[in-house]
Nanobody, 128 residues
Framework: QVQLVESGGGLVQPGDSLRLSCAAS????????IGWFRQAPGKEREGVSC????????VYADSVKGRFTISRDNAKNTGYLQMNSLKPEDTAVYYC?????????????????????WGQGTQVTVSS
């Protein structure tokens, strides 16, 4: 059974950092690219980043470029999202998702249905 579990969310102040983890079980991450999405209250789920399993290339939404770093450790079957210089507008539930092969051509603008596997989400709240 494919299972993804996110962790690492929490309540932080503006300017702080968090590292989210996405642990996979029931299969190996080697064949999948990992995407991170977020959904703020009253807003649609939006793509944040993706890391390709093909060549390790990464893409980021403009809103997080330079502050967030996506990575993966296939030996641990885990993906990560390092979030620095957090802002109140980063407040959302963060989800990891998997897609077979490369990241979508549309990058972080890809539709959520392109990712067949999803975690349950972890809350990130940035507030002073």
């Amino acid at each position: 059974q494919v299972q993804l579990v996110e962790s690492g969310g929490g309540l932080v102040q503006p300017g702080d950092s968090l590292r989210l983890s996405c642990a996979a079980s029931g299969f190996t991450l080697d064949d999948y690219s990992i995407g991170w999405f977020r959904q703020a209250p009253g807003k649609e789920r939006e793509g944040v980043s993706c890391i390709s399993t093909i060549d390790g290339s990464t893409v980021y939404a403009d809103s997080v470029k330079g502050r967030f770093t996506i990575s993966r450790d296939n030996a641990k079957n885990t993906g990560y999202l390092q979030m620095n210089s957090l802002k109140p507008e980063d407040t959302a539930v963060y989800y990891c998702a998997l897609i077979w092969g490369a990241c979508p051509v549309a990058g972080t603008s890809a539709a959520v249905y392109e990712y067949p596997y999803w975690g349950q989400g972890t809350q990130v709240t940035v507030s002073s």
